[in-house]
């Protein structure tokens, strides 16, 4: 299976500051079609994760854009560039490359 | 609208069994890979069980392997997980979801708790 490995695992920010997310692939994640099929999520507490980020760096509808994700191969990067209360939450990356489909450990963001 | 709710959670004592049921709606069921992916509490989210259209196809968790049945019914738009040998750790939120590569659609899960 592909592992999926966040870091850092804890993060406490300050409101207005930026943040940023490591996430990375023990196996590239380029498909045969020409996608790289690394999201993200956000898991707000008592609910279902929400999807953030889609094929590496595709915003969602609705998704402030202060959320922007980069990276490409095996190495990918969530970044927040001015964290707002409503950003705490614990961040996921998932890889859709490979089956099975695996997440990482998830980051949880809060405010300091 | 892509929806799926899960049923069937509850309170069970270690070696017993549950099963969950899912009902998807607002998308072609028998088109998708399904799966189960449940999340401990206060830790991360795992995958459990996928099962493939044609149900040739099914991958476990190794620690559930043995213990986890997953199936689907194609007619019903339902997915299942048979849970057996239930034990402590298996305690958790357990989500039905459709997984395609480039985004997960997820109920609000049903929580199983295993406990004496």
């Known amino acids: 299976d592909v592992v999926m490995t966040q870091s850092p695992l804890s993060l406490p920010v300050t409101l207005g500051q930026p943040a940023s997310i490591s996430c990375r692939s023990s196996?590239?994640?380029?498909?045969?079609?020409?996608?790289?099929?690394l999201n993200w999520f956000l898991q707000r507490p008592g609910q279902s994760p929400r999807r953030l980020i889609y094929?590496?760096?595709n915003r969602d509808s609705g998704v402030p854009d202060r959320f922007s994700g980069s990276g490409s191969g095996t190495d990918f990067t969530l970044k927040i560039s001015r964290v707002e209360a409503e950003d705490v939450g614990v961040y996921y990356c998932?890889?859709?490359?490979?089956?099975?489909?695996?997440f990482g450990q998830g980051t949880k963001v809060e405010i300091k | 609208e892509v929806q799926v709710v899960e049923f069937g959670g509850g309170l069970v004592q270690p070696g017993g069994s549950l099963r969950l049921s899912c009902e998807a709606s607002?998308?072609?069921?028998?088109?998708?890979?399904m799966s189960w992916v449940r999340q401990a509490p206060g830790k991360g989210l795992e995958w459990v069980a996928n099962?493939?259209?044609?149900?040739?196809?099914?991958t476990y968790v190794d620690s559930v392997k043995g213990r986890f049945t997953i199936s689907r019914d194609d007619t019903k738009n339902s997915l299942y997980l048979q849970m057996n040998s239930l034990r402590v750790e298996d305690t958790a939120v357990y989500y039905c979801?459709?997984?395609?590569?480039?985004?997960?659609?997820w109920g609000q899960g049903t929580l199983v708790t295993v406990s004496s």
């Open positions: 979801a459709r997984v395609d590569p480039d985004n997960v659609y």
């Open positions: 607002g998308f072609t069921f028998s088109d998708y890979w």
């Open positions: 099962i493939k259209q044609d149900v040739n196809e099914k």
């Open positions: 196996h590239s994640l380029a498909y045969s079609d020409g996608n790289t099929y």
């Open positions: 094929k590496v760096s």
């Open positions: 998932m890889q859709g490359t490979h089956w099975p489909r695996t």
